[in-house]
């Protein structure tokens, strides 16, 4: 029985063609998975979907019957729910108040409230309806545009990106939320480029490449290898590092401690930890459990007691950025767009941003735009950075792209340490693939790396100690030889090492 | 000269309608996530038209109606440039006052001289009997009831209705409510048309009842006082009354000196404030068992100023030159400000929006 | 329907385009407003922004141009570095005019000593210090109690309009004026006096310093690091934040220069055009700065060239008062309607219009 079927979608905007002639079928009850890169039109199609894109051209059915939204409101209304990637919520308002907003006739305050306990106790996501939203974790955040979508009894259940900010232990119990909904009727239409969790939970999987259906496959029956070969196109090479030798300790950071920065942040609680030259450490933590504090702290926008930080034994932790960046620590926050880079300005303007104080490029406060510019060539060639010019404003460039060069920005400044911060987040395999190993050639090269990330896989693969980060505290590290999920699950879960090494 | 205080505080509630008004305008405004600097151009916009208007026809009626479609019209203008053409709101608010105060020049030049028009008072039954609280509170015009009605009907609709729960959403966060299918556009269009006929209606208040004449310039920074005040009030309806009536409270106060011409009653005041300040540093350093002076900065400057002023009076000030007592209310707002620290501003504003990013 | 959509890059032909557009489709509206007003619509355009350049008069015109423009291109420039960082002094007009009080106080406190070289540059530094002080309690305020530099700095105004007004009739009246309020007339101090550096032209001191702050502008904003950061800090601030840039400093230091610009532009306007402390001394320059700011899209050369443009308004819209009756106030709304245009024109560098439906394939 099908539920949605798409036929020939297709959608353009200048310069791209994001969905080309998309045709595939949704049936009912069933975890249908959407699978493709960034940038692959994933987002557009659903969307479409969802009611917030007109297509060009194609034509879409529900239950047989033909099917255009104008809106996200018509497409709720016809039994479209959808669960964002980057929530769609209001950190301000309640639960409750975020819920109704998302509900065509919400029933009276106290009504939803009760509806809200026992919908979210049912389906294993206790939520409690008068919590204001922006004091939640970002797994809570989750389940409140889970909650809400379910509340409206959906026949076709969007989940975008749903994993991404989950502990592996969230992600078994959302499971266990889909598949009883697929049970009893629910169709879900499942969007990740996490192959593990497709071929465990989804039924099918349509393969998504540059804005083309590239493939149709049965996940439960196919290898994650012809998965991936099928979404980029092409096999890749893993990241590898020449050497193991370590030197001795760069970065130390003591008791760490600061206060939250704003209302929703999250207060850093005595962190330490010590990495060597030659080291690659991996933080792993879902989202908004201090990893942008931690950053800052490091990188000197967030001021701390001296001796909190230091750098080859030298306290740091009073210096602003520039002065940090003299003595060797460089950082690659992980917003592109206006954290790491000014998206107006050019990639020059962007080079001469962070590379000013190491790479010299201006004199008694006077700017040296050639020196700036040629640095800026010189990112865009070794780190393969495709732009017609220096001159180009950042914005213009693709996530992937961006990345790179802000990667390449601070790794050109040949640091003594480099914290980033979700390196690869939001972009394609194959320039994840070249931004790992300029890390850890990095590395190789005698410099300490601090990945931070949320993507587990993406430690495994290329640091050697991994330490958890949750609730702004720091696990003691362990080796990544030999570290199972299941014990990351319960480092990330909030167990202390040794709790997690007896499990 | 005698003073009552029964009409200082019933004149101090005449003097804070029009601000209230405009405030309460704004503060829809910022809910929606819109930052209107142009408060101060649509209020003597409306004063303009809402004083030829009644005059001409001669009805009260008429001349508030005029006034609150006017401010509306000239509101419009910044929301089209905002919303449609992303223009920055601080630069088109500015530019609005700016724009406001020229035209209402221009329209009120053959508008000169005063109205007998005259807006019957409404004591309300029974509670106007009240002695002490009836003449204070129940005995206004219908305008000074009308605002607190705004007031009560903004609270009313921001908490408790669906529609100001949006309203909230799109301030909050534009581009999730855009996600989830809302008009970000179309509801911060109608908020600052509200906050623009608001506006207006408080600026015919001071024309037409207040001073009653139209003069250039007659507004005087009542709207940028408004604005301070939705500050002042962390942007909660019921605060406002309380800032809005601080700063009626401050131009009487003023009125009344520069009439009076002694000091007995700003030195009544002046012990009054300043025994509270000290009572409530004394109170916050015992509660938290440290004083800081950083954080007590605001208490400490007025208990200084109480000590200045005791000073002069002890060396024989006897009065305050006139010209200097019209800066009051500016520095009171000042100090306001200055004082205030929490927050609750609307997440998104003063910020662009355009649906594709 | 109409469509606006994102360009990737600004485009480069609007950047100057734009105010162009602007100025044109002021004029139309313009033209508009005085045919309403019952005045010939061509013939006062012409007298606005014509003949004070290229008319009969136009000897006597061009040096009073100047003259108005010097204050409105110096405060504009200080204005443009705390606009473009998203720092906003709305208060010039306060901080001009308090400048213009101390450095006609330092004046009238040597009166009637004659020692030029001492006693101008006293009052150059007693401006730009008024203007610095007046400009520092919103920067302190901002920086220590987080309030908003927008409403202090314009109470601010208020406050140093009422400070003016008591001057002009207490402590710097004119003890040989009569009983009439003002002070004493600084042009007729010859120590005091702001005179034409070249007799002729309205090239007074402060028109001096007013192409000097231009061309320091300039260099600071393209080869600078402080015009990197004002730049930086404005079009991302976190950005900025991890670049290394203070933001409380930066406050500090865009608050404060726009401060000194606008009290040097007061203490040049007091010693030369207007010669006296009165009440009716502030003149709006404060405000129509901030105009001149935008219609040169914040840029040291464009603030130049809007400056005169504006000062051109202002002296035809003289002329045309006086000669075809156009009230004054028809001037003010022309400049609220150019700031208008200019904002709305401004659209066009970032984004383009599209007929939604056309991009179809």
Redesign the interface.
């Known amino acids: 029985m099908t539920l949605l079927n798409l036929s020939g979608l297709t959608k353009a905007y200048p310069g791209v063609v994001a969905n080309d002639d998309i045709s595939f079928a949704v049936g009912k009850g069933e975890i249908h998975a959407l699978l493709g890169e960034n940038g692959a039109g994933k987002s557009t199609l659903v969307k479409t979907i969802y009611g917030l894109v007109k297509p060009d051209a194609g034509a879409m059915s529900l239950n047989g019957a033909p099917f255009t939204p104008q809106n996200p409101r018509e497409a709720r209304s016809a039994g479209i729910a959808m669960v964002f990637q980057h929530f769609s919520l209001f950190d301000a308002l309640s639960v409750a108040e975020n819920i109704a907003l998302g509900m065509e006739n919400p029933p009276s305050p106290r009504d939803l409230s009760a509806q809200i306990t026992s919908v979210s106790n049912d389906y294993g996501l206790p939520l409690s309806p008068d919590s204001i939203v922006g004091d939640l974790s970002a797994g809570e955040r989750q389940r409140v545009e889970i909650i809400r979508c379910l509340l409206q009894n959906p026949k076709l259940l969007i989940m975008d990106e749903p994993t991404s900010v989950l502990t592996p232990g969230e992600v078994e119990t959302l499971f266990g939320t889909l598949r009883k909904l697929a049970d009893e009727g629910t169709s879900i239409l499942y969007i990740s480029h996490k192959l593990d969790e497709i071929r465990a939970l989804c039924h099918h999987a349509t393969i998504l490449r540059l804005g083309k259906v590239v493939g149709t496959c049965n996940p439960r029956e196919t290898t994650s290898s012809a998965m991936a070969e099928m979404m980029v196109g092409f096999a890749l090479s893993t990241p590898k590092k020449a050497s193991d030798s370590t030197g001795e300790t760069v970065l130390e950071l003591r008791g760490l401690s600061a206060p939250a920065p704003h209302r929703f942040g999250t207060a850093l609680r005595d962190i330490s930890m010590t990495v060597s030259a030659g080291q690659v450490y991996g933080i792993g933590g879902v989202a908004g459990n201090g990893q942008d504090e931690l950053v800052a702290a490091l990188s000197g926008e967030t001021k701390t007691k001296g001796d909190m930080v230091c750098l080859s034994g030298q306290p740091i932790g009073t210096l602003p950025p520039n002065a940090r960046r003299a003595a060797g620590l460089c950082a690659a926050p992980e917003e592109r767009n206006g954290h790491a880079a000014a998206p107006d300005m050019s990639l020059t303007e962007n080079a001469l941003m962070t590379g000013n104080t190491r790479m010299d490029l201006s004199k008694n406060g006077f700017l040296n735009w050639h020196k700036a510019r040629d640095f800026a060539a010189q990112i865009i060639e070794k780190f393969d950075v495709r732009t017609p010019s220096t001159e180009t404003a950042a914005r213009a460039l693709s996530g992937g792209n961006l990345q790179k060069f802000v990667v390449g920005r601070e790794i050109m400044q040949n640091p003594k340490v480099l914290i980033v911060n979700q390196p690869t987040w939001g972009v394609d395999a194959a320039a994840a693939a070249s931004i790992r190993q300029a890390l850890l050639d990095l590395a190789d090269q005698g410099s300490a790396v601090v990945v931070i990330s949320q993507d587990l896989d993406e430690i495994l693969e290329i640091a050697d100690s991994f330490a958890a980060l949750n609730e702004g505290r720091l696990s003691a590290p362990v080796p990544t030889q030999g570290l199972t999920m299941e014990k990351i699950g319960l480092m990330l879960g909030g167990a202390t090492e040794q709790e997690a090494a007896h499990a | 000269m005698d003073i009552n205080p029964i009409l200082i505080l019933a004149a101090l509630m005449v003097a804070s309608t029009p601000i209230l008004l405009a405030a309460i305008g704004e503060l829809v405004v910022e809910r929606a996530g819109v930052l209107n600097?142009g408060v101060e151009g649509m209020m003597i916009v409306g004063a303009v038209c809402g004083f030829i208007a009644g005059h001409n026809s001669g009805s009260m009626f008429m001349g508030f109606t005029g006034a609150a479609l006017a401010g509306a019209a000239v509101s419009l203008?910044f929301a089209v440039?905002t919303q449609?053409?992303?223009?920055?709101q601080?630069?088109?608010g500015?530019?609005?006052t700016?724009?406001?105060?020229?035209?209402s020049?221009?329209i009120g030049?053959s508008a000169v001289g005063t109205t007998d028009l005259s807006l019957p008072k409404l004591p309300i039954p029974l509670l106007s009997d009240i002695p002490f609280i009836g003449p204070i509170l129940f005995q206004h015009d219908a305008i000074v009831y009308l605002s607190i009605g705004i007031v009560a009907g903004v609270w009313y609709f921001l908490s408790r209705t669906?529609a100001g729960?949006?309203l909230?959403?799109v301030g909050?966060?534009h581009?999730?409510?855009h996600?989830?299918?809302?008009h970000v556009r179309l509801v911060r269009v109608g908020a600052i048309v509200f906050g623009g006929a608001c506006a207006g209606l408080a600026g015919a208040y001071i024309s037409l009842v207040r001073v009653p004449q139209w003069i250039?310039g007659i507004t005087?920074?009542a709207g940028?006082i408004a604005?301070?005040i939705v500050?002042f009030a962390s942007w909660k309806p019921w605060r406002l009354i309380a800032g809005a009536y601080l700063f009626g409270g401050v131009t009487v106060l003023q009125l009344n000196l520069q009439a009076d011409g002694t000091l007995a009653l700003l030195d009544l005041i002046i012990i009054v404030v300043a025994a509270l300040t000290i009572g409530y540093a004394i109170y916050r350093a015992i509660k938290t068992a440290r004083f800081d002076v950083?954080d007590n900065?605001v208490p400490l400057s007025i208990i200084g100023i109480a000590a200045l002023y005791a000073l002069l009076r002890l060396l024989g000030m006897e009065t305050i030159?006139v010209?200097?007592l019209?800066?009051l209310p500016?520095?009171a707002?000042?100090a306001v400000?200055?004082g205030l620290?929490s927050?609750g501003a609307?997440?998104s504003l003063g910020k662009t929006f355009?649906p594709?990013? | 329907m109409l469509k606006l959509e994102k360009r990737p890059q600004p485009s480069k032909f609007w950047t100057y385009a734009a105010p162009l557009l602007a100025v044109v489709i002021t004029i139309v509206l313009g033209m508009g407003l005085f045919a309403f007003l019952g005045n010939d619509p061509i013939l006062s355009i012409k007298t606005i922004f014509w003949d004070p350049v290229f008319g009969e008069f136009a000897y006597m015109d061009r040096p009073e141009v100047i003259k108005k423009a010097a204050p409105l291109i110096l405060i504009a420039i200080g204005l443009s570095f705390g606009f473009r960082a998203g720092i906003w002094n709305i208060g010039a007009e306060g901080q001009y005019i308090i400048g213009a009080i101390c450095g006609a106080g330092v004046a009238l406190a040597f009166y009637p000593t004659e020692a030029r070289w001492l006693i101008f540059p006293l009052m150059i530094i007693a401006g730009l210090l008024g203007g610095l002080l007046w400009a520092l309690i919103p920067a302190i305020l901002r920086v220590y109690f987080k309030t908003n530099e927008i409403l202090v700095s314009l109470m601010l105004v208020y406050v140093a309009e009422v400070l003016i007004k008591a001057f002009s009739i207490g402590l710097l009246r004119n003890p040989d004026g009569f009983g009439m309020p003002g002070s004493r007339n600084l042009r007729q101090y010859a120590s005091a006096a702001n005179n034409e550096v070249i007799a002729g032209t309205g090239m007074h001191w402060g028109a001096i310093t007013a192409v000097f702050a231009v061309i320091v502008a300039y260099i600071l904003f393209t080869r600078h690091q402080f015009g990197f950061n004002v730049r930086l800090a404005g079009q991302s601030p976190r950005a900025a934040g991890f670049a290394g840039v203070n933001a409380n400093r930066l406050v500090m230091r865009c608050l404060l220069l726009s401060g000194a610009l606008a009290g040097v532009a007061g203490m040049f306007e007091v010693s030369g055009p207007a010669g006296q402390i009165m009440g009716s001394f502030p003149s709006f320059y404060g405000f129509t700065a901030i105009i001149v700011a935008f219609l040169g899209r914040l840029h040291p050369i464009g603030i130049l060239l809007a400056g005169l443009l504006m000062a051109l308004t202002y002296i035809g819209g003289e002329t045309a008062e006086l000669t075809l009756n156009l009230p004054s106030a028809a001037i003010l709304t022309f400049q609220g309607m150019l700031l208008f245009s200019l904002l709305a024109v401004d659209v066009l560098t970032n984004y383009r219009f599209k007929f939604a439906g056309a991009e179809v394939r």
């Open positions: 600097l203008i440039l449609y053409l992303l223009t920055n601080v630069a088109t500015l530019g609005l700016m724009f406001g105060l020229g035209l020049s221009l030049q669906r729960l949006i909230r959403a909050e966060n581009g999730a409510a996600a989830l299918g809302y250039d005087a920074g940028w604005l301070a500050v950083r900065i030159p010209e200097y019209s800066m500016y520095l707002t000042i400000l200055v620290r927050g609307a997440a355009h594709s990013s």
